[in-house]
């Protein structure tokens, strides 16, 4: 499970069900009702997100192919759009300097005895993602 905030507005995904909800905050703090992001197309295996400015969210997709997507929120609802995709080796973190997202890949395969998998060097991949 990951979490990233716009505005007063807390945003959480779940792995295991794929799915995105919101969490109001009050001016004092406390937590509003937990309720589902409708989104465009089915998110798969959400991990890492980040907030991308007042409205948008960047999320690292592990399923299928693994993917980078930005979010673009209208109150209850979302609008997918793919950045990058072919993030073969489990997409599970989105960091943004400037104008560039960062993927990592965590080569989940690498912790199974399985001598025949030889895992790549670590690395950070770079995706335009432009202003927030």
Same mark, same amino acid.
Not at 25 to 46: C, F, N, W
Not at 107 to 112: D, G, I, L
């Given at each position: 499970m990951e979490s990233a905030c716009s505005e007063n507005t807390l945003y959480v995904n779940t792995l295991s069900t794929s799915k995105l909800f919101s969490? =109001? %905050?009050?001016?004092?703090?406390? +937590? $509003?009702?937990?309720?589902?992001? /409708?989104?465009?197309? &089915?998110?798969?295996?959400?991990?890492?997100?980040?907030?991308?400015?007042?409205?948008?969210?960047?999320?690292?997709?592990?399923?299928?192919?693994?993917?980078?997507? =930005? %979010?673009?929120?209208?109150?209850? +609802? $979302?609008?997918?759009?793919?950045? /990058?995709?072919?993030? &073969?080796e489990n997409p599970v973190a989105i960091t943004v300097v400037g104008e560039t997202g960062y993927v990592l890949e965590a080569?989940?395969?690498?912790?199974?005895p399985d001598p025949a998998y030889q895992p790549n060097p670590f690395h950070a991949t770079a995706v335009p993602v432009g202003k927030p």
């Open positions: 969490v =109001r %905050i009050g001016r004092d703090g406390s +937590a $509003g009702a937990v309720i589902e992001v /409708k989104l465009d197309r &089915p998110l798969e295996r959400p991990d890492g997100m980040r907030s991308f400015g007042g409205d948008k969210i960047l999320i690292v997709e592990g399923g299928g192919a693994g993917r980078l997507s =930005r %979010i673009d929120l209208a109150k209850d +609802a $979302g609008r997918l759009t793919t950045l /990058k995709e072919g993030y &073969p080569q989940f395969r690498a912790r199974r």
